[in-house]
């Protein structure tokens, strides 16, 4: 994260006896990115964090990636995913597309997640719907409907649902944050940045638990472990830096507008390895006297390009049976744009009323169980109005 927070107890100086009022040591973890070359805070434990009593291989159930073959656009309904009535956050997350980047999922959680760590890549969890708190070695976090929620990779967490979280989940094979080009060189947003450090929220107190024996779900590079700690890992005390779970509201992005029709990287909210995250927030539109404000014709030749429908009646797609919480996946190699008469339409309006999370990765998105269970098979002939010939 590109500014400082200090919360709880801490010494004087990093690296130096920090003791409890029992005179016992506190144990320092630094948690950092990029070989200690990068972002990083300093945790203070009541108790070891390395201490282990037990490590086990657990089954990754996420199933086969197919191809978008034969290549074409589709459209999926999350709406029509079914999920138990006692699904968690975590370990009921449903995958919907992938590649060597990126995983993309979807989960109707109603129950509390188990203590989990992904340390393969931070994870974006985007809030459809419903309420509930982040639970982190960090502290809490309350979460509720349009937060983005952005945890670091090695981040000990559990999601505790208030009501059902209808939650977009994007696990990186890397690291996420704001674009570089919204940021100075020291780290601060600049002005023309969209959104900014007073829009952010961060843990603002340590959480501590008690426990013994506490099992923590790790995802790594070769796939699941589960650990049994001596101690429950909510022990931290206080923390420093840079590197801390935060959460940005899709309502507090500013967009960008324009005399003509403006491009996607206006509306980038975040980075990952390969891939960009971009909020479709409500906006005045165009105004030039002879603007068209829905999007024109284009071509994907680099990326594929996922669409995430979660507020409001998106103008281009009127006509196509998308709907909220509908997603849309236009491929690299396939040329979209507005349905038919949606062009006509548009002119004349000012304003848009839409909200939409858009996904572009840079390598090919291939389709998981949850991409088949969902998918409207009827939308890459929505331009033509006729099916496909035989």
Not at 11 to 37: I, N, W
Not at 118 to 128: F, H, I, R, T
Not at 263 to 277: L, R
Request: charged residues 20%.
């Amino acid at each position: 994260m590109p500014y400082y927070r200090r919360v709880g107890e801490i010494p004087h100086k990093r690296h130096t006896q920090f003791r409890s009022p029992q005179g016992g040591l506190y144990a320092e973890e630094l948690m950092g990115v990029e070989g200690f070359s990068a972002d990083s805070a300093l945790l203070y434990h009541r108790h070891l964090p390395t201490a282990i009593v037990d490590a086990v291989a657990v089954p990754d159930e996420r199933g086969s990636l197919q191809p978008n073959h034969p290549l074409k656009p589709r459209a999926f309904r999350t709406q029509d995913l079914k999920f138990t009535a006692d699904a968690d956050a975590v370990t009921d997350r449903r995958r919907l597309f992938g590649n060597a980047d990126v995983t993309i999922g979807f989960a109707v959680a109603t129950v509390p997640s188990p203590l989990y760590r992904n340390a393969a890549g931070d994870e974006l969890l985007y809030v459809q719907g419903g309420s509930g708190t982040l639970e982190t070695i960090y502290g809490a976090l309350e979460i509720g409907d349009g937060d983005y929620v952005v945890i670091p990779t090695s981040c000990t967490y559990r999601v505790v649902p208030r009501e059902p979280l209808q939650l977009l989940t994007i696990e990186a094979r890397g690291h996420i944050g704001p674009p570089k080009r919204y940021l100075s060189n020291k780290g601060q947003f600049l002005e023309h940045s969209p959104y900014c450090e007073r829009d952010i929220r961060g843990p603002e107190a340590p959480m501590l638990a008690e426990g013994e024996d506490v099992e923590v779900l790790v995802r790594h590079r070769a796939g699941l472990t589960r650990y049994t700690y001596a101690n429950h890992p909510f022990d931290v005390v206080g923390w420093d830096g840079c590197l801390y779970p935060w959460v940005f509201n899709i309502g507090d992005f500013e967009p960008i507008t324009g005399r003509v029709h403006q491009p996607p990287p206006v509306h980038q909210t975040f980075e990952g390895p390969n891939f960009v995250v971009c909020s479709f927030c409500p906006r005045k539109v165009d105004y030039h006297p002879e603007s068209i404000p829905v999007p024109y014709n284009h071509a994907n030749v680099d990326s594929d390009e996922l669409m995430f429908y979660v507020r409001g009646n998106y103008e281009a797609r009127k006509g196509s049976g998308i709907g909220v919480g509908s997603l849309s996946l236009h491929p690299s190699g396939f040329t979209h744009g507005p349905q038919p008469g949606a062009a006509e339409a548009s002119i004349g309006a000012d304003y848009f009323d839409e909200t939409a999370v858009m996904v572009d990765t840079f390598a090919p998105l291939d389709l998981g169980e949850a991409a088949d269970a969902s998918e409207d098979p009827g939308y890459a002939w929505t331009w033509s109005g006729r099916g496909p010939s035989r």
